[in-house]
């Protein structure tokens, strides 16, 4: 199968013309009519002859200066508008939206030569963490399609994991990119916030969300986020950091590297199966001369609570301005768990309870800095698990909006400090479903956290295992 | 788990009101449920130590970022395209109803 391939390998066999895009864009389509109708990964596909057109087009123009994502098939998640492409946010308020403007993360991809496939499933809004809270029915996880493949961004991590695309643009604003790749055994970057910019990006909640890459390898992450890294005139909150070049020392050695690991991230709650993998990344770490530091977090209860004060608050504010006038439908098409999120939002923000709630959460949020702050003092990067349990049964997390949340715990606290993490497959239970691990640094630290994992990948051949689906 | 919130089904309707959502009389007891159990869950942070703490509110570092007082042509819609999404609409304007 061609897209087995890294980004690097088809990159360089499009310009040698071993490969053409139009090869590329047709194994994508083989395998999304193969299994899109059992794993529901997309809300909108691309017409398979205008994409092949297209195709065509990249084979003929491309040149030697052209970006390595040239004539690469990609998908997004549905919360980027696209120009003249359906775009829902898995939501039944824009059911039938067709932008009239483009995401500058989109716009950035297309300038690339990357080539769009479709627009994603995903949790309404943002609004989940196992993409079962979606208007176009729930996504299938690959590896067990009586399970879900995580959220709010299943649709993208599902159908890099199946080979449907490259790679897949995700946004992260609790764990949207993390929890479905740990979950679908594929590789996602949370950036910084502001790395990218979040011009185009249907909002969740404004302070948290970011944007970044879904793929099979920390590799192709590097190589997805150096073209769409970068400030934006259009975003007024994204950064003027200068983007490094993001594949340069990807494989230095990391030896003397320090990985902090936050203790209270493997408490009581936690999988045995996933601490085991877990620990023995650590191993491997350590086997390539990283020192290990147990470091301490003490926060963790306040983990959830903050998540869910800051991000509905925000939310309720960003879904005012939808009231079907303009666009989309009304208000009444909004569902059960993003009218709850609305309503939790509305009523920290109210009059009475803004200082108990709203305000409480801010200033607890500005403990998180301090204390990452000084878990990050100590060492160059954390390790710790990203979900406290394997993908669950489809229906089983549904019906208990609290229990919902509870499958964030170890991703959320990224959001509200706003460094980056990169998710990427570290085994297997014995029900062979897959294990992630992520690896959080500092503020714009992404170059240092694709360099641990790639390390890691270059040791390990967790990331090339595909879905027993594929096979049959 | 933190404090026990107790939100009754008549404040679920007034938040709604709040929120301009129209909750169906018979979802208001289990939105009651719902979000008592929620907020009596996030009730916690009421717990930390924030004495002397300032809230943060956004992360980027950066503030007054401004731009040019100035009309970008190339980020303008024409009418039709503005208009392209709306289900209502009159002789060129979006068509809403009256306020009052």
Redesign the interface.
């Known amino acids: 199968m061609l897209l087995d391939e890294t980004i690097s390998n088809l990159s360089k066999k499009l310009r040698s013309r071993e490969l053409s895009s139009v090869d590329l864009v047709k194994d994508a389509y083989k395998n999304i009519d193969k299994y899109n109708s059992k794993i529901n990964s997309f809300i909108t596909l691309q017409d398979k002859n205008d994409v092949l057109k297209e195709a065509e087009l990249s084979d003929k123009n491309r040149d030697i200066d052209s970006s390595p994502l040239n004539g690469i098939p990609f998908v997004m998640k549905d919360s980027y508008v696209t120009c003249g492409i359906r775009t829902t946010s898995a939501s039944k308020v824009l059911e039938d939206y067709v932008p009239q403007y483009s995401a500058t993360v989109y716009q950035k991809l297309l300038d690339s030569g990357a080539i769009l496939i479709g627009k994603n499933n995903m949790d309404a809004w943002g609004h989940g963490g196992t993409n079962e809270n979606s208007d176009f029915g729930p996504v299938k996880n690959p590896w067990d399609v009586s399970r879900v493949a995580g959220g709010s961004g299943g649709g993208t991590a599902a159908s890099v994991s199946i080979r449907m695309t490259a790679f897949g643009i995700g946004e992260d604003t609790g764990g949207s990119i993390r929890n479905p790749a740990a979950w679908t055994n594929t590789t996602g970057l949370k950036v910084s916030y502001g790395r990218v910019s979040r011009y185009g990006c249907i909002a969740y909640a404004s302070s948290f969300d970011t944007v970044g890459p879904a793929a099979k390898t920390v590799e192709d992450c590097a190589y997805v986020l150096q073209e769409i890294a970068g400030v934006d005139s259009k975003d007024a909150t994204s950064s003027p950091v200068e983007v490094p070049n993001y594949s340069k020392d990807l494989a230095k050695s990391i030896k003397g590297m320090t990985v902090g690991i936050p203790e209270d991230f493997f408490s009581e709650g936690l999988d045995q199966e996933i601490h085991k993998a877990i620990d023995e990344a650590v191993e491997v770490y350590r086997s390539l001369g990283a020192v290990i530091k147990k470091v301490k977090f003490s926060l963790l209860d306040y983990a959830i609570p903050v998540y869910y004060l800051i991000g509905p608050s925000e939310t309720s504010s960003n879904l005012a301005r939808f009231d079907g006038l303009r666009f989309g439908n009304g208000r009444d098409k909004f569902t059960d768990e993003t009218s709850r999120r609305i309503m939790i939002g509305t009523y920290s923000l109210s009059s009475g309870y803004y200082d108990a709630y709203y305000r409480r959460a801010q200033c607890v949020r500005t403990l998180f800095i301090k204390e990452y702050g000084e878990m990050l003092s100590k060492c160059d990067v954390l390790l710790a698990p990203v979900t406290p349990y394997a993908p669950t049964k489809i229906g089983e997390l549904v019906s208990d909006p609290l229990q919902n949340l509870l499958v964030d715990i170890y991703t959320v606290t990224t959001n509200p400090v706003g460094i980056p993490s990169l998710a990427l497959p570290c085994g297997f239970d014995t029900n062979k479903l897959p294990i992630g691990m992520q690896i959080m640094g500092s503020m714009f630290s992404e170059d240092l956290l694709l360099r641990m994992g790639h390390a890691y990948q270059m040791e390990t051949d967790w990331h090339k295992v595909k879905p027993p689906i594929l096979d049959k | 788990m ?1 404090m026990k919130a107790k ?1 009754t089904p008549d404040e ?1 309707k007034h ?2 009101e ?6 169906a009389t018979k979802d208001l007891e289990k ?1 009651a449920s ?2 008592s ?3 009596s ?6 717990k ?1 130590d ?1 004495k002397g ?10 503030s007054n ?1 401004f ?1 040019e007082d100035v009309v970008d042509s190339s ?1 303008m ?1 024409t009418q039709s ?2 208009l ?5 609409k009159h002789d060129g304007y ?1 068509v ?1 109803d009256s306020i009052f």
């Open positions: 933190g939100i679920v938040i709604g709040l929120a301009n959502l129209k909750i939105y719902d979000l159990e929620v907020i869950y996030v009730s916690r942070v009421q930390a924030v703490v300032l809230p943060t509110n956004q992360v980027t570092g950066l970022v731009r980020r819609l395209a503005a392209s999404n709306a289900k209502r979006f809403i």
